[in-house]
């Protein structure tokens, strides 16, 4: 009976010494199960692909003519915009922005510009008056040195007399506010205006030809 007792009690110190040993093996190995996760779990790139090299959609409208401006360029008539926030656009995009209403015969109305197309009339220096065709009540509108006013043969032309129109049919050559008026006072031409409804001030005037 004494010999199974000592026996027992060798194991046990045997399980003891195992078990102090395993202990002190645990702190000196955490730093390096930390060292393995750290190494584990490092960050990624992040980085997300540049913006500056995306590809941007082609600006609509038709590509800008260098030196000229857009309202030079194309016929605006019937566009609510002003001259120079289409000429911003062009300068900014190297393109003419798409004319955003177009005028027709008669009276065409785009926010707060509307578009006459009638007889020209003199009222006053500076105050002129377009009688619209069909019928309707006269239009009075006002002129000024910001006008763009365009001729074909009858207001000007800037090529010795000939005639000067687009595909269109309305005159191309800029003219004066003085041979408007000039003009004007025929009673005989017939022209499309793109007003300001606010204002009452003409932003362009083209000179419709007639052979």
Known sequence: ????????????????????????????????????????????????PSSQGSAHGKPSGTPKKPGVSCTDQIKYAGDRRSNAEINTIGEQTGYCPPVSAS??????????????????????????????????MDQAFLVSNATRILGAAAICSDTDGRVTIGHD???????????????????????????NSQSGGAETVEEKYHP
């Open 103 to 136: 005028g027709g015969s008669g009276v065409a109305n785009a926010g707060d510009h509307h578009t006459i197309v009638g007889t020209l009339e003199y009222l006053a220096p500076g105050k002129l008056i377009v009688k619209p065709q069909g019928g309707g």
């Open 169 to 195: 049919g309305y005159g191309t050559s800029k003219c004066t506010v003085d041979q408007l008026e000039k003009a004007a006072k025929t009673d005989s031409v017939t022209v499309r205006v793109t007003m």
């Open 1 to 48: 009976m004494p010999t199974k007792t000592a026996r027992w009690g060798l194991s046990t110190a045997v399980l003891v010494a195992a078990g102090l040993a395993l202990t002190a093996c645990g702190p000196n190995d955490a730093p390096s199960a930390a060292g393995t996760s750290t190494s584990s779990s490092a960050p990624t790139s992040s980085a997300q």
